[in-house]
């Protein structure tokens, strides 16, 4: 919470100027979550009453319910494409009538909203076609309906609220060089100090709710502040009000070192200044859109930024106080649905006015660049296409114009990956190290702020998630200071009670173990029923036909005999393994072995071939420089899904960069390798990591697999791979043994006639 102390704003322990002290306006924006359940309302409803009690009267800036503007593109993207709208209009209707009913409060009063907006949807269906003016319009309903909802709670709590339309409040700025799509669907606002907005509310005393993301043109047409309006809108209010201060209410408290959903060790930071809270947001920081920044800048507001369902917690404040001058990093961030423009002409070495003639045509074509790098003969720029409201057509359009003056390389799908923090230039030997994370990606670009706020790395967007976990993991020892809060896993726990781990063989055999250990000084200690219960609850899943123990997870003689006393078969990685199955277990068929080396010399294959044991190749080399070893022979093949899963990036075997399987979009030379060798493929493998707690993992494995079945005529097995995870802290459940029966007899139905394998290890033995 917050408090006034003579013109100064006392939160969550940090000290905050406020310029406006005599204002009686404070700035609250709920987003999209904060305002989509009951539970969230009444803290709005008691923050509100806390804000009238500190002498303050709320502006309350109220997004469309979460999910609910997706649901409106796709509504327009059906209407286009003239397909049934019917579902997506029952879908958004039955959102605010079942919060309605939660709330206790009318949706009568909906009625209006909805048929407008059908009124709208079936035009566009009759026209094929949907305007910017339209798209608005449509898009404009979230808030409309929403708004309505929330206006009518707060009155039956007993507080006076007033509804104002945003349309009659915002009114957007011409640029008749502005493209009409970004004029209707991305507007901007004047942000000044609003006398007659002023005067019109001086005389209310009643709080105000109005929606975000919309406004109005000066013909009157209602148009859209673009992607994070509702921040934006906000924002817009603050400064027009001069209020004391602005609050965005979200689902997260803040701005983090890092997404915390992505990076759960990632760290709230309680205090920024705008210009790195700027930098954050606009290398894609999430919770706040960077738009809204600049107008509570100008006017020295602050920013509070909150978490609706915890208000308590701490969250991050954003002023115009520096805090730390020396070098500091405060965030890994990364953005998405970056295109590459590469712009190149052996002619522009010293050619005066090349820079202005290519950015001409940028301007032409209303669009923005966002970071640039220049050398000798090329220039490369990247355009945030949401930002930009851009389509890839209008992005062609603007290539062929600059042929006209160089050759144009367009790159897709790209991710800005964000160092951001104080003097970056004077941290760079600190941050050297963690560079080498780069080492197996293709840069495209590498900017470096002008503000030395941040360091800026270009990649394909696969890569980025990866690269952000290891440059926090890196990093994240260096982020240092008060300005740090508590890890995302942190707030979580504290948010859910624990859940205690239960009670284990060791604690059961307590006296046991006493014993065993007055005899040894050191010993491992493995309970035999407890490796027995595992190997039952795998061998009693009726979708699966073969288990496999794989064994690099513990070749004790007593383990391997245990496992297979209950009808488990065993995986290996080297004959040094094989030879200790068949030294625990004599005269063991040499079918219930499967060997699935990797990186291994030809001299094992041929080994296991002659050995007669199933065997797994988990690339194209063998196949290409050994193909004669496996003329007539059965073989297993191993494919890297493209996703891999488990509890730690260390443990994930499939994926960017993985060194196990053959990636799918190597099929069509496997194919050819396969065929010339003159084998035949039996069975498909994947294994995607460890530790694995998700049930569903294995049938996504299962689809992937058996999608490429078609290609192998003899095909009789699936492997899934192992994985199985089992509980290691408190708080986790222990893995769904019967959703993973159900997922792989999902699977199974769809391929009857193959057989479905497991091959875990640790599941077994940890």
């Not at 003097?423 to 760079?428: C, G, N, V």
């Amino acid at each position: 919470m917050a408090a006034q102390v003579h013109g100064r704003l006392i939160a969550d322990g940090s000290e905050v100027e406020t310029p406006y002290p005599e204002s009686r306006w404070a700035v609250l924006k709920f987003g999209g979550t904060s305002v989509a359940t009951l539970e969230n309302w009444r803290h709005i409803a008691a923050l509100l009453r806390e804000r009238l009690d500190e002498g303050l009267q709320p502006f309350v800036c109220h997004s469309a319910l979460a999910g609910v503007s997706n649901l409106l593109v796709k509504l327009i993207e059906a209407a286009v494409a003239g397909d049934d709208i019917e579902p997506l209009l029952a879908t958004i209707k039955t959102r605010h009538v079942d919060l309605a009913a939660a709330l206790e409060v009318s949706a009568e009063m909906l009625d209006e909203v909805f048929a407008s907006l059908r009124q709208l949807a079936v035009g566009v269906q009759l026209v094929g076609e949907a305007s910017p003016r339209v798209h608005a319009r449509i898009m404009a309903a979230g808030e409309m309906a929403a708004t309505r909802l929330g206006a009518a709670y707060l009155s039956a709590q007993g507080l006076d609220v007033e509804l104002v339309d945003a349309t009659s409040l915002l009114i957007t700025e011409s640029d008749p060089e502005q493209p009409e799509s970004a004029s209707f669907l991305a507007a901007r606002c004047n942000h000044e100090k609003d006398e007659q907005l002023l005067a019109k509310l001086e005389k209310t005393a009643s709080i105000i709710l109005t929606q975000g993301f919309i406004a109005s043109n000066r013909a009157g047409d209602i148009v859209l502040l673009g992607r994070g309006g509702s921040d934006t809108s906000a924002a817009y209010f603050a400064a027009k009000l001069r209020a004391r201060r602005l609050e965005i209410w979200t689902d997260v408290p803040g701005f983090f070192s890092a997404d915390p959903r992505a990076v759960p060790n990632a760290r709230l930071i309680k205090s920024l200044h705008y210009s790195e809270a700027q930098e954050i947001a606009s290398a894609g920081g999430g919770i706040l859109h960077p738009r809204s920044i600049s107008p509570v800048r100008k006017c020295s507001i602050p920013l509070f930024l909150k978490c609706t369902a915890h208000p308590d917690w701490d969250g991050s404040v954003i002023s115009a106080a520096s805090g730390e001058d020396s070098p500091q990093l405060k965030a890994v961030s990364h953005r998405g649905g970056i295109t590459l423009i590469s712009m190149e002409s052996f002619e522009m070495w010293h050619q005066v006015g090349f820079l202005a003639g290519a950015f001409e045509c940028f301007r032409r074509h209303g669009v923005s660049v966002d970071l640039i790098s220049t050398s000798e003969s090329n220039v490369t720029v990247t355009v945030d296409m949401s930002a930009n409201a851009t389509q890839r057509s209008e992005i062609q359009v603007l290539a062929a114009d600059l042929e006209q003056i160089c050759r144009v390389n367009i790159i897709d799908d790209c991710a800005a990956v964000t160092l951001v923090g104080r003097r970056i230039r004077a941290s760079l030997h600190e941050l050297a190290p963690a560079f080498q994370v780069f080492e197996e990606h293709r840069v495209h670009l590498v900017t470096q702020a002008a503000n030395d706020l941040n360091l800026t790395v270009v990649v394909g967007a696969e890569h980025a998630h990866r690269l952000v976990k290891n440059l926090h993991a890196r990093l994240v020892s260096r982020l240092r200071g008060g300005v740090f809060g508590p890890t995302w896993s942190q707030l979580s726990v504290e948010e859910q009670p624990t859940r205690p781990l239960e009670r284990t063989w060791w604690h059961n055999k307590r006296s046991e173990l006493i014993e065993i250990a007055k005899q040894h000084s050191a010993a491992y200690v493995y309970d035999r029923a407890t490796i027995a219960e595992a190997a039952k609850s795998l061998t009693s899943l009726k979708s699966v036909s073969r288990v496999f123990f794989a064994m690099k997870a513990n070749s004790n003689v007593e383990v391997l005999k245990e496992v297979d006393a209950h009808g488990v078969d065993f995986e290996c990685v080297s004959p040094g393994e094989i030879a200790r199955i068949r030294e625990a277990i004599p005269n063991i068929p040499a079918g219930r072995i499967l060997f699935t080396p990797n990186f291994a010399p030809r001299a094992e294959y041929e080994w296991a071939l002659d050995q007669g044991v199933q065997l797994t190749l988990d690339s194209l080399y063998p196949l290409q420089y050994w193909g004669e070893l496996f003329r007539g022979k059965e073989l297993l093949i191993r494919i890297d899904p493209g996703k891999g899963r488990g509890h730690h990036e260390h443990v994930r075997t499939a994926g960017v960069q993985s060194k196990f399987g053959v990636p799918i979009f190597e099929l069509e030379e496997l194919l050819s390798l396969v065929a010339k060798a003159g084998a035949r493929v039996v069975g498909l493998h994947a294994h995607v990591g460890s530790g694995v707690l998700n049930p569903i993992a294995w049938r996504e494995t299962g689809e992937k697999l058996s999608a490429l079945a078609g290609e192998f005529p003899d095909l009789r097995y699936l492997d899934l791979g192992g994985g199985l995870g089992i509980p290691e802290k408190p708080g986790e459940a222990p893995l769904d043994m019967a959703a993973v029966d159900a997922g792989i007899a999902h699977v199974k139905s769809a391929c009857p006639h193959l057989e479905m394998w497991l091959e875990p290890g640790r599941f077994v033995v940890a």
